[in-house]
């Protein structure tokens, strides 16, 4: 019996099926984008100084300056709409004021108005757009402190009390309205410093002492109320950063070199220790920054760039994601053998009948 074309043409449509099929059984992957920093939209109006939180909902930005007036400014910015407006006023304008959220109001804590340093605490309510001044007091005058949330208590570092450039430690419990000072102290004083909360500890990054810039990052313990220097350091000594944590990283935006703003991001991962000067940068060097992460993206909002003139930019900071996988060949292949298969089942139905 001669070879029939038809069925040797169907044999190799399955055949070659089955190679395609194979070839791409494994799916390939392909690169997701990475890193990118981009200006998201504008602030309304340029500022530098000011403290943002993250309230779940959207970020608020507090105070700030245009390096002429202090502003008592509330601004809202929602991440998904992209949209940053006005919301309302703090009873008095105020700048370098580090602020925290305890997942029902927003605490702001001292800084200088436009003529005094201040030891006060502002509480504003989100949802109801009221702005209470409490009645517990820094045992100082504060400005260029930080401050981070632990999930109980608020956590005041360092700072300028107008005399002296402050090392010690401040718990502030926001059921009880009332300030501790605690054991630990920064090993010297430092101001203008960033910090993060990571869920077991608090890093504090840089900051600017007697002897100048710092490029120390600093670990603090609120269980053991314990701080202790990390062996890593920052690539290099800068204050007036911001920073962030990302649930494994915390990233350092910018600040100032000690001669000028810089444009650097940092990442550092406590888990290894390793500190990273990113290839990408900010879209300008900038100091005196404010931060948040808003579960995806980190927003860095406004500064004070190189040239000394405060910046109204949001900037948007995001990682890409892993890999992902292009399963198309798999399913072209498996399309043809099963087309082959369907042709060699007629073919051969055919071929039966013929010497039936």
């Known amino acids: 019996m001669r070879d029939n074309p038809i ?18 059984l494994a799916p390939s992957t392909e690169a997701a984008p990475g890193i990118s920093v981009e200006v998201a939209a504008r602030l309304p109006q340029a500022l ?11 970020a608020l930005v507090f105070g700030g300056t245009n390096d002429i007036d ?10 998904s709409a992209n949209d940053a407006s006005f919301r309302g006023v703090l009873p008095d304008a105020t700048m370098t004021s580090p602020a925290v959220w305890d997942e029902h109001d927003v605490y702001i804590f001292a800084g200088e108005n436009s003529s005094s340093r201040q030891s006060r605490i502002f509480r504003y309510d989100p949802v109801n757009h009221v702005t209470t001044l409490m009645n517990a007091r820094l045992p100082t005058t504060r400005i260029g402190a930080a401050a981070v ?16 450039i402050e090392a010690r430690v401040f718990k502030y419990n926001t059921t009880t309205d009332a300030f501790s000072l605690m054991s630990a102290r920064m090993p010297v004083g430092s101001g203008g410093t960033s ?12 900051g600017k002492t007697n002897a100048g810039a710092s490029n120390q990052i600093l670990k603090y313990d609120p269980q053991t109320d314990t701080m202790t220097q990390v062996d890593a350091t920052l690539p290099s000594p800068r204050f007036h950063t911001s920073a962030v944590w990302d649930g494994e990283n915390a990233y350092i935006f910018g600040g100032n070199n000690g001669a000028t703003a810089i444009a650097d991001i940092v990442r550092f991962t406590p888990a ?3 500190v990273k000067l990113l290839a990408e940068k900010l879209p300008g ?19 004070l760039s190189n040239v000394i003139l405060p910046l109204d930019e949001i900037v948007k900071f995001s990682l890409g994601g892993g890999e992902t996988a292009d399963w198309s060949g798999l399913w072209i292949g498996l399309m043809i053998a099963v087309a082959a298969i369907v ?5 051969s139905v055919r071929l039966n009948r013929k010497h039936a």
């Open 70 to 79: 202090v502003f008592a400014d509330i601004v809202a910015y929602n991440t």
């Open 343 to 347: 042709v060699v089942a007629l073919l």
């Open 48 to 58: 530098c100084r000011a403290s943002a939180v993250w309230d779940d909902t959207e």
């Open 7 to 24: 069925r040797k043409s169907g044999v190799c449509l399955l055949v070659l099926g089955v190679i395609v099929s194979a070839a791409v």
């Open 272 to 274: 290894t220790g390793e």
């Open 195 to 206: 910090a993060v909360w990571t869920g077991t500890d608090i890093f504090i990054f840089g």
């Open 285 to 303: 060097p900038r100091e005196m920054t404010t931060a948040i992460w808003d579960g995806n993206a980190a927003y860095i909002f406004g500064g």
């Open 149 to 164: 949330w632990d999930g109980h208590d608020a956590y005041i570092f360092g700072g300028h009390n107008g005399t002296a």
